[in-house]
């Protein structure tokens, strides 16, 4: 769960679905109460491509529609989150602008979709702005309820973000807010109610909507050392739909967590294929590195490189896994630039964490154990933040605390990138 993903399903149609509530069952609170990038997935096997190019061509024929231009922007922004193509944020602004000038009063559509493009830009409190505007209007829509609880997350605003969610429980029933309670629950630490939700729901949906629960489930199973289970829900979604790309993300994690860092590699290879974005390169070149195939994870390395040289820190902020990689790999202050610039866009864990180890590897080690403490202070089992505080206590002469949190840590890591482990297993036979 390195990074959180807004998730926003949608039907043929380009509705989000409903009916699977989850207030309404009573459902107990989150322990720790007080404290992805929207994806489109039609549920009928079309990709990205294909929706797009059938939106274009319901323009072609009703040119003024304009709920169909602000559902173009919203898939514009589904496809930047997948392939990395910022070149793709002025085509989902003109469709956004195109539907506005043909409605611009009340255009409750395009509200949503400006909320979801300043969200893929990791301009959260313009999203929460946005999504608010479109509320104000429509109670009940589906996609401003979701990019609220979204923008809520990311901005670290734990409390309001439940509150969210039983608001959009209570209005829109439905798998976005089942995917968004299972990780509020995750979030906590409370990974055994954030199964049994996903569990529960998955039982009865159908199409995308179950194949979505089911890999989320199974990346729960997997952290959770279940690896015979997570791997009976993988072969579940690949029968359901062979081609979809998180589910293959996922059996390239878990290929890793079987001790298989071959095969993990060998997925990892595919997925980058298959969507060019920085984070998966950044997953195979440590990969590669895990192996002892230096060369390889050079030429990944390299192409990571020229791509953060090409973005300011703003720029690079957005892509953490490429911001980490720059402190782990290349230019420990291009790191902490990016992590800086992040952390006054959001104040959620994962920028905490970001953040905190970005300044531990440029040379401020005191300062990144406040980060660190905070990015793990809800009990969140992501094993990078509980790593990451090990490594800055071990740095410190903590050896007590790092060693029972790397050993944490490495206890949930099923996985994470094999090189990254080793790291924390040398380190941690040197503070025993």
Known sequence: MRKYVLVLLVSTALAVSGGIGIASRSEPEPRNAAAPDVRIDPGDGRDLTTIIATLRDTLRRVPEDFVTWANLALAYVEQVRVSGDTSLYARAQDAVDRSLTIEPDDNVPALAATSALHAV???????????????????YYPAALALRI????????YADQLRALRVADRRQPGVPIVARYAYAY??????????????????????????????????LERRRGNIAVSTQLLATVRRLDPDYLPALISRARLAAAEGRPHRSAHLWQRIVVLADHPEHHVELGEAYLALGRHRLAKEQFTQLIAYASDKDAVALGREL?????????????????????EWRSRKGIPAADALGWALHQAGNSEKALRLARLATRLGTPDSHFWIHRGLIEASLGLDRQAQDHLTYGLRISGGISPWQIQRAERVLAEVR
């Not at 830009?121 to 109670?139: N, T």
């Not at 896994?321 to 610039?341: C, K, N, Q, T, Y």
């Open 121 to 139: 830009q990791h301009e959260f409190g313009d999203a929460l702005k946005y999504a608010d505007q479109a509320l104000a209007i429509d109670p």
């Open 150 to 157: 979204d923008a809520l997350t990311e901005l670290g605003r």
């Open 186 to 219: 995750e979030l906590r630490g409370d990974v055994s109610r954030a199964i049994g939700v996903l569990r529960r729901n998955a039982a009865s949906a159908t199409g995308g909507d179950r194949t979505h629960l089911l890999t989320l489930l199974a990346d």
């Open 321 to 341: 896994d490429v911001a980490l990689f720059m402190s782990d790999h290349a230019d420990p202050e291009v790191g902490l630039a990016a992590a800086r610039a």
